[in-house]
């Protein structure tokens, strides 16, 4: 057949009377245990795939073969106990008898997202466009039912009146990054602005948080009327335990210094792009010559740098062409968050500028993987979804897209003769490489006019302004238990894993107008912080079942934690098991009742129970648990 699909139908196999009960039973066997993954009898298929049904012979391929496949089935019920047959995606929902609402819309939403084109931006842009706009609507679903829970915790927990909440962040289109709502602050001084935080880490943080205020005259205190330091934008980026030194001309970072462990390490930090090669799209990368200066306005013009220094945090802002650039530490906290240095670069959109645009760290480290080879051969490693971390050994014979891998969470470097570690956190999914010994490169944004011929049928054109955060840690390696070169001398330290989850997951922020002298309010679900190594995935209600409404939460909830592993030092251990446990008085009308953790058969040995009171343990390692809660 010429035909583009010729090698794929050379390949099918007609169903007739011979095949049939094989491929009968084989189908009837896929459906069953997919149905065994859901809370019913029934299950939706998808017939093809992504590039099917383009030719009439291969919709009669499909109805014909399936139909025989389907009459036989049918024609079979104590053999097969089952029914199949064509349907719509309405009839489906129909058939299950459910209805949705804005939480499990906002669900679904996400996990639409997790599709393999999707977190890859290797879809069409009217279909990328269509994810943004799904998952912005499931983002503005979800602040307001987080907004519906505090009033109801308010209400019926805390027995107060909360007045209506303002969202500090509010992002009214898919098109839109966010607009950070101005706080409105009051003359009359009997009347305060509030700021609410929900923080959902399984532990307690002190943390920097940025309002945007009409006036510098503001003074802050805690729930308790304490004093909270605050500062009103004035930076040298040094605190107790970190020391950042910058270009004068470039703005751009130069060396660090991690000073509680007396390590330092000279560190240039560039921005680029790679011109795109021939062949070059959505699925394939294939990079050409460098432009190092690109971002920085091609040199053209000095960058408009700007430094402000106060007592909660230390910050340099750099403006340059599209590129707007901030780096920061934070001065008021002396916990692992005070050793590391945030960053922050948003790039606004341009239609005419094509390429692959990255952000490159040059350090001082020789991360050379030994051997005889006449190249050297820069080892790095990267985090596979934060449970655990590769190896990657760059292969100096082949090209830059075979020596680029995956970075969900973080990346780091190691020189074994100086014992140090560089490590750069993301919080959100970059490609890295390590070309050059000292180097760490990842690819932030794409932007390609052509297509690769691999099924997209256009280029990579993404109008949106790329906003992305790092965090970047020096760290020496000299107290680590490792004693060989094993896979035990690459694992995180906790507080990598600490600070990768204080990147992703911030606070929700928002504010209401009070009384002065009215009461704080302060919440919580546990009665304790979590295991410092220990990250509270989940706590959601399971679907339940009721006569008069399609759609209610069941009376028992799934948590699900993540124990994170990391590598220990000689002056510190696993030490003794934790345990965690629910706030009881946790009572919430018509949404929660008292709520106690229970475990399955399979966790018995997990569980212990005093005084009427039920504890988990949290015992083993890089992995993740589900507990059932009864409420």
């Not at 040995?605 to 648990?625: C, G, I, P, S, V």
Request: aromatic fraction near 10%.
């Amino acid at each position: 057949m010429q035909d583009k699909r010729e090698e794929q139908w050379a390949y099918m196999t007609p169903v007739d009377n011979h095949n049939l009960p094989r491929l009968a039973s084989a189908l009837n066997g896929q459906y069953r245990r997919t149905a065994s993954l859901t809370q019913h009898n029934k299950v939706f298929t998808a017939l093809g795939g992504d590039f099917r049904f383009e030719e009439p012979l291969e919709w009669d391929q499909q109805y014909s073969n399936y139909q025989k496949l389907m009459d036989y089935i049918n024609h079979r019920p104590q053999q097969y106990h089952s029914t199949v047959k064509f349907g719509t995606l309405g009839q489906y929902f129909n058939s299950i008898e459910q209805n949705y609402d804005n939480l499990v819309q906002a669900r679904r939403s996400i996990a639409l997202f997790q599709h393999h084109d999707g977190i890859t931006g290797t879809s069409p842009r009217l279909t990328m466009l269509d994810y943004s706009k799904k998952l912005t609507q499931a983002w503005n679903f979800l602040k307001q039912i987080q907004k519906l829970g505090i009033e109801a915790i308010w209400k019926h927990e805390l027995k107060m009146d909360i007045p209506p909440l303002t969202e500090e962040t509010s992002r009214k289109s898919f098109t839109n990054i966010g607009h950070r709502n101005s706080i409105k602050l009051y003359e009359n001084t009997s009347v305060v602005k509030k700021v609410l935080l929900y923080n959902s880490l399984g532990w307690k943080t002190l943390r920097l948080v940025r309002l945007v205020v009409e006036t510098s005259n503001v003074t802050v205190k805690g729930p308790e009327g304490e004093y909270i330091l605050s500062q009103s934008q004035r930076i040298i980026l040094e605190n107790q335990r970190i020391l950042a030194i910058f270009n004068n001309s470039t703005g751009m970072l130069q060396e660090l210094e991690n000073k509680l462990q007396k390590t330092h390490s000279n560190v240039t930090l560039s921005f680029g792009k790679y011109y795109p090669c021939v062949g070059s799209g959505a699925y394939l990368l294939r990079v050409c010559d460098s432009s190092e200066d690109w971002m920085l306005d091609e040199g053209k013009h000095k960058p408009q740098i700007i430094l402000h220094n106060g007592p909660v945090m230390s910050q340099l802002s750099l403006i340059s062409g599209r590129l707007k650039f901030s780096t920061w530490i934070i001065n008021a906290d002396d916990s692992e968050m005070s050793s590391s240095l945030f960053m922050k670069n948003e790039v606004s959109s341009s239609k005419s500028e094509y390429g692959e645009f990255f952000v490159r760290f040059q350090t001082d480290l020789t991360n050379i993987q030994p051997g005889e080879s006449e190249k050297p051969s820069p080892v790095l490693f990267t985090d596979t979804n934060g449970f655990a971390v590769e190896k990657r050994i760059t292969v100096p014979s082949l090209p830059y897209q075979a020596n680029h891998y995956p970075m969900t969470h973080y990346a780091f470097i190691q020189d074994n003769s100086k014992k140090l570690r560089f490590t750069v956190l993301v919080d959100r999914t970059h490609g890295v490489s390590s070309m050059n010994s000292g180097q760490l490169e990842m690819i932030f944004d794409r932007v390609l006019q052509r297509d690769d011929g691999r099924g997209l049928g256009e280029g990579v054109h993404d109008s949106e302004t790329a906003v992305s955060y790092y965090a970047v840690k020096l760290e020496s390696t000299r107290a680590f238990n490792a004693v060989k070169e094993d896979y035990h001398s690459w694992e995180p330290t906790l507080a990598i894993q600490r600070t990768s989850k204080y990147l992703n997951h911030p606070p929700t922020i928002f504010t209401y107008d009070a009384m002065k002298g009215d009461r704080n309010g302060n919440f919580t679900v546990f009665t304790s912080d979590f295991p410092e190594d220990t990250f509270l995935i989940s706590l959601r209600t399971l679907s339940g079942v009721s006569e008069t409404i399609k759609s209610v939460p069941s009376s028992s909830a799934l948590m699900t934690v993540h124990r994170m592993g990391h590598i220990t030092s000689d002056s510190c251990s696993n030490g003794p098991s934790h345990s965690v446990r629910l706030n009881t008085a946790l009572q919430l009308s018509h949404v929660l009742r008292k709520a106690n953790l229970v475990g399955t058969l399979e966790d018995k040995d997990n569980l212990f129970q005093a005084n009427n009171t039920r504890y988990l343990y949290l015992e083993k390692f890089y992995e993740m648990y589900s507990y059932f809660v009864d409420l």
